[in-house]
């Protein structure tokens, strides 16, 4: 398969974390997605999730698939301007014909920002958001096997603040909506601990009462955390049988048609 690898998407920014590998769909209409890989808002890189990436790429998607910066970079909200700003890139049509809506794709951390990305371009430009274990909020409410996952010291990281209150965790929640949000496909292990279930439910229920169609897909995942790996490195990565074939469900959903 055809990968374009570290094409810079901010004009002007020399920010190493500024890039993102294209991988061209069949023909230049192709559905083109935003892909934004995971790790705590604060590791990892694209090519974690290259397998993700061409598993799309195999049903006829264009994928754009982005590193942003790290908290160890910036606090939010800076992961969620390079998502938008590489949003604006793609549709300005810079790497192909510009759509007039893309689609969305993270998995865990990159999975709440594609919540957030999806939530601040509303339907109007963006198709469709597809989570994968993706937390819904930053806040404690909906518990965490790993202890300092949305504790106050990870909070004062993630926003860069001593001092944080119920108006900074709001402005990392993807529950509320100022406009009408695209449609939404959740896939989440029952077996995940790390980001339990409970996120996925309250993004689903959240975008349905927002009058979006949204629906969740759930597997038996292999381990306590997210399930979506059998073996490997980064791009080398094999997705486990059971991710696999949830998110190929979920991908023929007639959801994803629209």
């Given at each position: ?10 004009d002007g920014d020399?920010?190493?974390r500024?890039r ?7 023909v ?6 935003l ?70 794709a993270?998995?865990s951390?990159?999975?709440h920002?594609a ?41 004062h990281?993630?926003?860069g603040?001593e ?39 309250d993004?689903?229920?959240?975008w ?51």
């Amino acid at each position: 398969m055809t990968v374009l690898r570290d094409i810079v998407y901010r004009d002007g920014d020399t920010h190493e974390r500024h890039r993102g590998d294209y991988f061209p769909g069949p023909v230049e209409t192709s559905p083109l997605w935003l892909l934004i890989h995971g790790g705590g808002w604060d590791a990892m890189s694209k090519e974690s999730l290259d397998p993700v990436a061409l598993f799309l790429q195999e049903r006829g998607a264009a994928v754009f698939s982005i590193n942003y910066r790290l908290l160890q970079h910036a606090p939010w909200p800076a992961a969620l301007e390079d998502c938008l700003a590489a949003a604006d890139f793609l549709q300005r049509g810079e790497i192909c014909s510009a759509p007039p809506r893309i689609r969305i794709a993270g998995a865990s951390a990159g999975g709440h920002l594609a919540l957030m990305t999806g939530r601040s371009l509303g339907r109007s430009r963006a198709a469709h958001v597809l989570s994968l274990a993706g937390p819904v909020a930053v806040d404690a409410s909906r518990g965490t096997s790993h202890g300092f996952l949305f504790s106050p010291s990870f909070h004062h990281r993630f926003f860069g603040l001593e001092s944080v209150t119920p108006a900074h965790l709001a402005s990392a929640s993807a529950v509320q909506h100022d406009d009408p949000p695209p449609d939404l496909t959740c896939v989440h292990s029952v077996n995940d601990r790390l980001v339990p279930l409970s996120h996925s439910l309250d993004a689903v229920a959240a975008w349905q009462r927002a009058g979006a169609v949204a629906a969740l897909h759930v597997f038996d995942g292999p381990d306590e955390d997210h399930g979506f790996w059998a073996g490997g490195h980064g791009n080398t990565r094999q997705m486990s049988q059971a991710f696999f074939l949830a998110l190929a469900k979920a991908f023929s959903s007639l959801a994803f048609s629209k």
